[in-house]
């Protein structure tokens, strides 16, 4: 199994500073079974049939085989089987990670205010499950159409724009989860309390703006609100690593690349509590490998649209 997400849509689009544009093959998270070994690598590290899963920077998931390198595996217990653990490899470890990231001394956040930004996407509704599970009192901002759904999962519902929730929530939040970055992370911090911690998911997992911006990049209308766009980003990124001293950068490939060990056991406490029925991953759909180019122009019509509405 892999992903189809908006972050293939905008490499396919324009390309990533950390790949090369357009790749033939899209699809960054995959969980499969090993089919052949390399004669280099220690056969009791990985056997034939063993269920593996990987992140892959440079895309190439949506493939019926792939070859990686031994070392972007993370073998799998033999009762990882359900359909959903791919879900858990990029969205649900992006969540928990965060988390872990702004709790205090390893603390539950038993009572805390936790604001999430983008709660409609994969990573923000695992977000919304996994701090409720904890016992936080969880905003999220998303488009309207989103507002049921969200209630219903037990958020308190916000629109995107800043302008729309931060007198109700400035100087009253604990923990904020920005995946959006809609002004540069202002917003967000000024939501903090004193001794609030902001974590900037640079995953970017509510991706509506990026494929707004390339998909009308050549429409004067839109450009003039885009054209510092770059300068901006540094400049976002400048204040939250180096000025503000309550926000923390979070990178999924970076947390793997720091400590796979660690990323592999948090990874299989995810599967128990899938196995247990603990957590409950959304799957919009499922397609069959021909199918994803139709699959990536869906999302990028949906996000796009609402967006637009959100406007």
């Known amino acids: 199994a892999s992903t189809v997400s908006s972050q293939d849509c905008i490499i396919r689009l324009k390309g990533d500073p950390t790949t090369q544009p357009n790749p033939s093959v899209p699809g960054f998270h995959i969980v499969g079974t090993v089919h052949s070994i390399g004669s280099d690598v220690n056969a009791t590290s990985f056997r034939h049939g063993d269920r593996i899963a990987a992140l892959l920077q440079n895309g190439g998931g949506n493939a019926k085989y792939i070859s990686l390198p031994m070392k ?18 990029a969205n649900y470890m992006t969540a928990y990670q965060c988390l872990k990231l702004a709790k205090k001394d390893g603390a539950p956040l038993t009572n805390a205010n936790v604001l999430i930004t983008g709660g409609s996407g994969p990573v923000g509704q695992a977000l919304v499950e996994l701090a409720l599970r904890e016992g936080a009192k969880v905003y999220a901002t998303a488009h309207k159409m989103h507002e049921e759904h969200l209630t219903k999962l037990g958020a308190k519902w916000f629109a995107v724009n800043p302008k729309k929730w931060l007198q109700y929530l400035e100087g009253k939040i604990d923990v904020v989860i920005d995946s959006l970055c809609v002004d540069g992370y202002e917003s967000s911090y000024r939501a903090l309390t004193p ?15 990026s494929l707004l911006h390339l998909k009308h990049q050549n429409d004067p209308a839109f450009c003039h609100a885009f054209d510092d766009n770059g300068l901006s980003t540094w400049w976002s990124g400048v204040k939250a690593k180096y000025i503000w001293n309550r926000a923390i950068f979070y990178d999924l490939n970076t947390s793997y690349e720091k400590n796979p060990k660690m990323f592999a056991h948090e990874l299989h406490y995810l599967i128990c509590k899938l196995d247990r029925g603990e957590i409950m991953p959304k799957v919009a759909g499922k397609v069959s490998l021909n199918q994803v180019p139709k699959a990536q122009k869906l999302i990028e019509k949906v996000r796009v649209e609402s967006l637009l509405r959100e406007r």
Do not use: K, M, Q, R
């Open 72 to 89: 972007s595996a993370i073998l799998l217990p033999e009762t990882a089987t359900h359909d959903d653990v791919i879900c858990l490899v």
């Open 195 to 209: 001794d609030g911690i902001l974590v900037c998911n640079t995953g970017n997992d509510a991706s509506g703006a």
